[in-house]
């Protein structure tokens, strides 16, 4: 399994930026696909999760800001982020759990700051 992230950066609060997330070594159609964050000196959390047919949830402090999709034939997640806040700076993960097994990407960096 590899899970590759990219499309962090540096943004200003108020703008948007779109992290990709290119998945191989297993069947993407078939499981469901989520987004995380890690901000310093605090815990990951969970920020979106899509499933196998492409419905989404997020959490609360990202609802309405940020939209995640899928393309199932490119093995591949969007996670689009709008409206920008500095509480949004945080390295963003990639995860799929197989088997009980959870997996992760590198992580991007995003930083919103002016």
């Known amino acids: 399994v590899q899970l590759v992230e990219s499309g962090g950066g540096l943004v200003q609060p108020g703008g948007s930026l779109r992290l990709s997330c290119a998945a191989s070594g297993f069947t993407f159609s078939q499981y469901a696909m989520h987004w995380y964050r890690q901000a310093p000196g605090k815990e990951r959390e969970l920020v979106a999760t899509?499933?196998?047919?492409?419905?989404?949830a997020y959490a609360d402090s990202v609802k309405g800001r940020f939209t995640l999709s899928r393309d199932n034939a490119k093995k591949s997640l969007s996670l689009q982020m709008n409206s920008l806040k500095s509480e949004d700076t945080a390295v963003y993960y990639c995860?799929?759990?197989?088997?009980?097994?959870?997996?992760w990407g590198q992580g991007t960096q995003v930083t919103v700051s002016s």
């Open positions: 899509i499933g196998r047919a492409g419905g989404a």
């Open positions: 995860n799929v759990v197989r088997f009980s097994v959870d997996y």
